[in-house]
């Protein structure tokens, strides 16, 4: 991979989660200028200046729907990767005006602080597959427009904008595996069985591991514009916890608040926009300036149109799915 960021200065919204230690561990040996971690919890910059104890790592402690305070963060800022969110659907139906104003708002407060920052030259946004076929979630339903915010901002200035979806994370903070893992030291807790909502419920996986690496791909070879969707294996949520917690019983819980069974990462209705690479799909926007190419990769078109969701997945499993991302994951490493 091109290093594209040697002496450049990197901010990471919301920087100072899972993923952005994910992404730190591997930007930090690429010898940027500088990395600033801006996010709203200061607590959580203090454990992350702790694990990495680096001067290349500056804190900034702002809401990513504050103007004045991003475009003060942003002065010297080449790239952007906006990881800050929230993220659980059912507080989304509770708290619906909150959820649709960082995630909404916060697109575009990012987009108009690069519109009057022509340093700024790649913005690479996180989303989600609960932004595919939205309308059952307030949650799908704000990233959805929060990623058609981005396409077009290509339209609207010189940064280069561009969108990764993907599934659940694993071992994230906040992901069911490590609420699990937390209560261990409560043993009345743990001891307890794991609230299951419906056992048919499958979702697509990844390791924050591979996240990361493709987040960090996708801004070396981004032309802007793109909708970036790895190919993931998914697996019933059932038999993913069960591989992990196996003397752990289960209890039947139903259905949350704008919760799916299954997911989609894209629908028919999008195939005629998307191109098929060997570990990945893109969703071009409709005026496509580079019709085939992303990098140095030629795609191809999808001649058959459907569905890429959790439960038709080709790639479905049953057995461990983070040894198998950890098989393909080096493909990344060629490019």
Known sequence: MQNIFKRKNILITGGSGSLGHALIEKLLPLNPGKIVIYSRDDMKHVVTESKFNDN???FVVGDVRDYDR???ACRDIDIIIHTASLKHVDKG??????Y??????GAETIIKVCMNNPKIT???ALSTDKASGAGVNLYGCAKALSDKLFISANNMCSTKFSIIRYGNVINSNGSIVK??????NNDD????PINLTDDRMTRFWITLDYASSLVLFLCSNMNGGEIFIPKLPSMKVRDFLSQRFPDKEFKIV????????HESMFLKCDCIYILEFNYFYIIYPHVIKHPKMFGELLGKKIEKEFEYNSVDNEWFVNEDIESQLASIGGWVDLY
């Not at 139906?93 to 909150?98: D, G, I, P, S, T």
């Not at 139903?254 to 069974?261: N, T």
């Open 56 to 58: 290349r790592l500056r």
């Open 70 to 72: 991003l475009s003060t």
């Open 93 to 98: 139906e509770y708290n619906a005006l909150e």
């Open 100 to 105: 649709k104003s960082v995630i909404v708002d």
């Open 122 to 124: 790649n913005v690479v």
């Open 179 to 184: 609420r699990i893992e937390t209560n261990k």
């Open 189 to 192: 807790d743990f001891l307890k």
């Open 254 to 261: 139903g259905i949350r608040p704008g919760e799916k069974l």
